[in-house]
């Protein structure tokens, strides 16, 4: 079945952990939290793909973790809470994993990150739909309403 | 009767607890963090809470995918650090507040919300950092009991904020039915606009930062009309985790002095945010929230208990 769309899956570079997500991934968030145990650590590192048959995982995850392709484990329902104990486990920081994921390098991330970080500005939305502040305010007044009858 | 006195809003960001662990804290990169929170540490040390409720998240080390608790409250005795990989943080067991976190279980599920209560439970960096920040690095044990509230914001959706802000009035009524002359000090953390994660990682809003750290005393209502989409698109996919303020702002009462603000970019991929919060002072009656008068004797209203 493919994936519903949300109002969320329109904001630029952004796989949001939801709980279709979290059904699909669960594959991949629990061989990442096996990485808590060094036991574990050595023997995914002595025999990786070995070692991702213990957990239910699809082809395109197994392929994801081998590859080290974390936008892509994200997509396919890892959370980054997790996928950072694989980080972790090949001895990367967590600013190394995000360079990865912005497709930039380290000391350029962090470079960033000292200017003031990623800006919103051209970064809020894919369609435009989220670029008029007066269309949210309108959906927040109109949640709020609803909101307030039931409570 | 115990009492809520002041709320305290503070970032977790894990790279803190480590600059902290590792002795960082002198380098330039951190001082400007840590002396964020020297005033903060004094205000604590005069306030001298008896209790802290801390609204925190677990960040996949007490709850994997296994089991995803909206609201869970410690009621244990003690919470030891977790091991997060690389060893459990070197601070002191955090010791609960069975009593008093089972007298607000029981308060605030009648009045439906339906909290899952934990009586065994590791606590991470989400819970110890905002801890270290405000009450200094203890070598042996915390200045006073803590009862933690674990809210899940990793998997969408967590709770609304307006959710969020009636739990913390459910709390703050729980609180005020506890027969116990007790001055409660509530942390809200987390946050403030980052995003961790995917392409759009490393993103910080601090106009939008700064506005929500100004509602928090004037306009919370405000706050709690955001929609989960404004929390994302503008302050990043795990800024949404700024909804544990609410629990906090609720559980205030509706005027509310702010009596301390820091904010500085970055920690690490985060920006750091941290306020103080007190109770006007005003009607007679009310205790002032200065620790000078802190245990004077208290009339006014009897406890309310529930037969059930």
Redesign the interface.
């Known amino acids: 079945m493919a994936r519903k769309e949300h109002?969320?899956d329109d904001?630029?570079?952004?796989?949001?952990?939801?709980?279709e997500r979290?059904r699909q991934?669960?594959g991949i968030?629990?061989f990442?939290?096996s990485?808590?145990k060094d036991e574990n650590r050595k023997a995914f590192k002595a025999n990786e793909a070995e070692y991702l048959k213990k957990f239910r995982l699809t082809p395109e995850q197994t392929q994801a973790i081998l590859k080290r392709d974390y936008?892509r484990m994200?997509e396919l329902g890892g959370?980054?809470?997790?996928t950072a104990?694989l980080g972790?486990t090949d001895g990367h920081s967590?600013?190394h994993l995000?360079a990865v994921?912005?497709?930039s390098t380290q000391e350029d991330?962090a470079k960033?990150?000292?200017g003031?970080?990623?800006?919103?500005e051209g970064?809020?939305?894919k369609s435009g739909k989220?670029k008029s502040k007066s269309k949210?305010k309108a959906?927040?007044?109109s949640?709020?309403k609803s909101?307030s009858k039931r409570? | 009767m115990a009492k809520i006195i002041a709320g305290v809003g503070s970032s977790h960001v894990p790279a803190i607890g480590a600059a902290l662990d590792n002795g960082k804290t002198e380098e330039p990169y951190w001082k400007r963090v840590f002396s964020g929170f020297e005033k903060s540490k004094e205000w604590m040390r005069k306030t001298k809470p008896d209790v802290a409720i801390v609204v925190y998240n677990d960040h996949a080390s007490a709850f994997s995918v296994d089991l995803i608790p909206t609201f869970a409250l410690g009621c244990a005795a003690e919470f030891p650090p977790a091991d997060e990989g690389w060893g459990p943080r070197p601070v002191p067991v955090v010791k609960g507040h069975p009593e008093l976190a089972a007298h607000i279980a029981q308060s605030v599920i009648l009045d439906e919300f339906d909290l899952t209560v934990v009586n065994k439970m590791e606590v991470d960096h989400g819970l110890t950092v905002p801890m270290n920040l405000v009450f200094g690095y203890p070598k042996d044990a915390w200045p006073c009991p803590v009862i933690p509230l674990a809210v899940n914001v990793v998997m969408y959706p967590p709770p609304t904020g307006h959710r969020c802000y009636m739990l913390g009035r459910a709390i703050r009524k729980a609180v005020q039915s506890y027969p116990e002359d007790l001055r409660v000090v509530i942390f809200g953390t987390g946050g403030l606009s980052h995003q961790i994660s995917g392409p759009r990682a490393g993103l910080i809003n601090s106009k939008w930062d700064k506005s929500f750290l100004d509602n928090l005393s004037k306009d919370p209502i405000k706050l709690t009309k955001i929609p989960h989409i404004e929390y994302m698109r503008e302050a990043g996919a795990e800024g949404i985790e700024m909804v544990m303020w609410l629990i906090m702002r609720g559980a205030l009462d509706d005027k509310v002095d702010e009596v301390y603000r820091f904010y500085t970019v970055p920690a690490s991929n985060t920006a750091v945010g941290h306020i103080i919060l007190e109770n006007r002072k005003r009607a007679a009656g009310k205790r002032p929230a200065t620790g000078k008068t802190k245990r004077a004797a208290h009339t006014a209203r009897q406890p309310v208990r529930r037969s059930k």
Not at chain 1, 79 to 82: A, G, H, L, S, T
């Open positions: 109002d969320y904001i630029p570079g952004t796989f949001v952990f939801d709980a979290s991934g669960y968030n629990m990442c939290m990485l808590m936008n994200l959370n980054i809470y997790f104990k972790a967590f600013q995000a994921m912005t497709g991330y960033m990150m000292l003031g970080g990623r800006s919103v970064n809020r939305t989220g949210s959906k927040t007044k949640s709020s909101r409570g």
